[in-house]
């Protein structure tokens, strides 16, 4: 009788053994096997980090040339003392693992389009995209280049060799929390994988991205001549990086339209395209930077600072680090899953960089002689299609394959198995600078052994996708920025829509040579700025693209600050990136109360009025006036275009804010204004503004009721963790600021890394970013820079020299990496 209470309870052990080992349903997703997942020995329990953990050990190693050093501050920074470049990107290989291996894994994993692997198939639509965009065919092409480079390879090499020396260490205990919970350990790094990451970031930044398709659509649906009403080549309230005025070379690079452009390319009798993508870059993508010369300055020496504005995520994408070898002594920030210091200086000169926004992506309608897409019609024959496998593993589902056709213009894109609901069944093929060999990686290395002026040109002339401005100060006192890429020398309008792919008449005519990239060298108004907006104005003599990827409010603001500023400090200089004062509000807030038609005001409505009034201009966390102000405009903004944009059910681009601004202040007679869905009544832009506070003030009272009027509450910006999981993210921050303000942070996107540096003799450097050096969510340090950052508070930088971090009070441990 023994026996069947045995066997009983044997059975049910076996069946909890067997549930708690395999994924259970739950929803649309699965758990993690919660045997595992919950084991004290091995789960999610062991990336619990002690308050007070020590990160002091000796590291016996292969791999390194010599012993080398490694100093860690109260703030988790690393301080990497090395005998030669090689060790110390080792190093900086192994360190980006051991503290975000799982973050620089899943970012490859998604620039390569191999997140169905992990998460299943509701990211196939993704991966996808980024396989038919020519992701991965593009890493491999600047790899190729990469390895011609002996200097980057051997960098590229180092750093691939660190990341696996702390992965093949790895025991399961110690694998990241993510790596746990979704149930898949990490795979040997390779330089592709690098590549692919610095390709994401192409991808990330490319100016005006997919918006050829919408833009298309849109002109078809408008018609040209309305078209160009509403999307001018360029804004009025334009200060460019380059002051109007300054006088520009003769173009090198002779283009010529097509004799039949006007029939066949600015025509809008073409058929639309909903051919959309699943991701879409952040359309704020962008950055200020800025340097002012020792004349503007109280120490006498320039100050250079930068704000790159990217998504707002856990981990942070950034890694801060300092590298000192004989070679170089550098500080910045980093990219988890590539070697070197992006952003930042080194003992004699200091660089940053934003976004330049011009159009390097176009898009090709292609003829084939069938749907077997063997042959395609370019030049007056029928060209042989060459064919790309791309196969997509799927977990837990059979692979999916893309044969994509490759031609004179690259991938096809769009076909008729990908993403094309259209009757005409159109192919768009891709034509991308990120496709061609490269090697940014380049840049960073020689930026980061820069010297002087002549080092920054030389650095610089090797960079070609993303297009960036790159600032510039030196401690011998200049001051540079210069807009650098592979820029297309294109003719007014080109590729701002899908292009005929028959001929080659509408083909790339040649690139931009670099010495005739904008340029600017210790200014006599003493500094230099950029902050996304168009570089040059009209005399320029080639074409930048379309200004809807130019915003113009945080470059106005930055030029006309830095024009009454004197005797600056540092501190003045972290003022100015955390300034929260909105002068598209200046310009629109005089508008909006003039065409306000108070007769038919209400007492709510007019409450509103004498908010707004008294408004100082400045959108901080607890003023109610900037939510009223943005909700109006957006209000008055939609209603005065929705009749025209609600023509066509395809997608549209929709005009950018500042046109209709400009538009109003030349002359608030806007002809549309009058709703064309009522050819009885001429409306005006009183009855526009007047009705857009009727519609928003019930609005109005519902979130002041939910205490969510204050701008800070309203916005709510967060900064999720990449996988979207609340628990890991930090939500409803106390942060002002807003798009097209300097402090340009909005729900989940701002400034990603603030730096601000002196180049005095030590240089004097001040940084933070919202994130902290840990990618674990178990540790004190994955967000403990979160609080500083939205408070616009900084901390003062640590740049020292080996002798001096051994016995500096804010060096907490020291890891000794000793050969093998």
Known sequence: MRLIPFLISAAVTTGVIAALNVQLPAGKTKTPRLGYFLSPQQGFWQNAEAFNSSYTKEIKIAGIHTNAEVYLDDRLVPHIYAANDADAYFIQGYLHAKFRLWQMEFQANAAGGRLSEILGPSMLPTDKYFRRLGMVYGAERALEMINKNETTKSAMDAY??????????????????EYKLLDYKPEAWTNLKTALFLKFMSFDLTGQGDD??????????????????????????????????????????????????????????????????????NRNNGSNNWAVSGS?????????????????????????????????????????????????????IAWGVTNAGRDVKDFYEIQFKDTTMQEYRFNGA???????????KIRDQPDDIENIAMTVFGPVMYDHSYKNKNEDGRYLAVRWTAHDPSNEMNTFYQLDHAKNYTDYLA?????????????????????????????????????DFIMPGTDSSYLWQGFIPAAENPLMLNPARGFVSSANQMAVDSTYPYYLGRSANFPVYRGYLINRALKNLNQITPLDMEMLQTETYNVFAELARPLLLKLADESKLNNDEKKCIEILSKWDLKNDTDEKAPTIFRLWWDTVYRDTYADEFSKSKLPLSWPEQNTLLEALLKNTEYPFADNVNTPDI???????????????????RKIENDDKLEWGKFKSTHISHLLKIPALSRLDLPIGGGDGIINATTSNHGPSWRMVVQLTSPVEAYAVYPGGESGNPGSRYYDSFVDSWATGTYYPVLFIKKQEAMHHSRMKWHMNFIKA
């Open 160 to 177: 691939t060799s660190g990341v696996n020396a702390y992965i093949h260490n790895l025991k399961d205990n110690e694998l990241p929390f």
């Open 212 to 281: 050829d398709l919408l833009m298309t659509n849109t002109r078809n649906v408008l018609g040209w001549e309305t078209f160009k009403q509403l999307f001018p080549e360029r804004a009025d309230s334009l200060d460019p990086i380059i002051p109007k005025g300054t006088p520009f070379a003769k173009a090198s690079v002779a283009v010529k339209m097509p004799a039949n452009a006007d029939s066949v390319y600015f025509s809008s009798n073409a058929t639309g395209t909903e051919a959309i993508p699943p991701v879409i870059p």
């Open 296 to 348: 503007k300055t109280k120490s006498g020496k320039p100050i250079l600072c930068n704000d790159p504005h990217l998504g707002l995520n856990l981990p942070s994408l950034w890694y801060e680090i300092q590298i000192t070898t004989p070679t170089q002594n550098t500080y910045g920030a980093s990219f988890p899953g590539a070697p070197c210091v992006v952003i930042g200086f080194n003992d004699s």
């Open 382 to 392: 029928w060209k042989k299609t060459e064919f790309r496998k791309e196969i997509i």
């Open 459 to 495: 650095a610089t002339n090797t960079f070609d996708c993303p297009g960036q401005n790159f600032v510039f100060a030196s401690v011998s006192g200049d001051i540079a920025i210069r807009q650098q890429g592979k820029f297309v020398a294109k003719w007014r309008r080109q590729g």
């Open 682 to 700: 001429k409306e005006t832009m009183t009855d526009v503004v007047t009705n857009a506070l009727h519609k928003i003030v019930p609005e109005i």
